[in-house]
């Protein structure tokens, strides 16, 4: 079941089986989905690693993910894009920045509890009802939907997966801003010192509230996530090694190229000739 708005506004929703899994594959720009598996069993490579999901686990995934299908059971998804709903501009109300889509050390998966799985199946039947209407409301109804489905998802994963940080007077908040300055400006902010600066804190205090946390540094999400788009534009694209060190921000292709090897262990040419084998 598919919505198209007349401007550009998009909404899938899918029961997906082996005969249609093609469909985990497309793109959609500027794109998120949410991934909601109802039997065990399904395999996925995502960005060059293997998961096998359990029932009732939720992947949430952006238009930056790739997606390769190795085994599928059976799983709904809902995909929609920034026209339909912005989780950017909604984020004081379904509170998703840098907890959903936009966390950059782990892919967010969370389990949908058993005495959780009525309020998602119906607000699922409520979607499929809906999108057969066919008047000027329908628009409305499904942002609607899809608003609670988030709210429903962030309590969710917020509750299993960030539980320990919310108890730090509100550090949490901190660090999910800081995942998503990253994912803002990764390509062109390389240092704790300019994500300090965008959230008007010392770069030590950033520092040592990473490390209260327990969590990586901020350094290492810095890292990582240009490692990722490294990762990515090497195995999906053909562009030149020397473009994609100027894509993610490097003047120069051997500076790239040291980066690429200490934290991958060989070259951004020897990466890229081992994924293409």
């Not at 793109?27 to 989905?33: K, L, R, V």
């Not at 998602?120 to 039947?125: E, H, K, T, V």
């Not at 919310?166 to 240092?191: P, S, Y």
């Not at 770069?203 to 490294?230: V, W, Y």
Request: negative net charge.
């Amino acid at each position: 079941m598919e919505y198209k708005g007349h401007t550009d506004e998009y909404l899938l929703l899918a029961e997906i089986t082996p005969n249609n899994c093609h469909l985990l594959k497309e793109d959609t720009p500027n794109g998120q989905s949410l991934l909601w598996m109802m039997a065990d069993g399904s395999q996925l490579n995502i960005d060059g690693r293997d998961y096998t999901f359990q029932q009732n686990e939720v992947v949430c995934l952006t238009e930056f993910h790739r997606v390769r299908v190795k085994k599928v059971s059976s799983l709904r998804m809902v995909r929609f894009n920034r026209p339909f709903f912005c989780v950017i501009d909604h984020d004081s109300e379904v509170g998703c920045k840098g907890v959903l889509f936009f966390g950059a050390s782990q892919l967010p998966v969370f389990q949908v509890p058993a005495e959780e799985l009525e309020k998602f199946d119906i607000l699922w039947r409520m979607f499929s009802i809906e999108m057969q209407s066919k008047d000027s409301l329908q628009i409305e109804m499904l942002q609607m939907m899809l608003k609670r489905l988030l709210i429903l998802c962030t309590r969710l994963y917020k509750a299993q997966k960030m539980a320990g940080l919310a108890a730090e007077n509100g550090h949490a908040d901190i660090v999910r801003e800081f995942n998503f300055l990253v994912e803002q400006h990764f390509k062109t902010k390389h240092t704790v010192a300019e994500y300090a600066d965008l959230l008007h804190k010392s770069p030590k205090t950033i520092s040592n509230l990473f490390s209260r946390l327990g969590t990586k540094t901020p350094l290492q999400l810095i890292q990582e996530r240009k490692m990722l788009e490294a990762r990515r534009m090497l195995r999906y694209t053909d562009l030149p090694v020397k473009e994609i060190a100027y894509e993610l921000g490097y003047e120069d292709l051997q500076t790239f190229s040291r980066f690429f090897k200490a934290q991958e262990g060989v070259s951004p040419s020897e990466f890229r000739e081992e994924n293409l084998n």
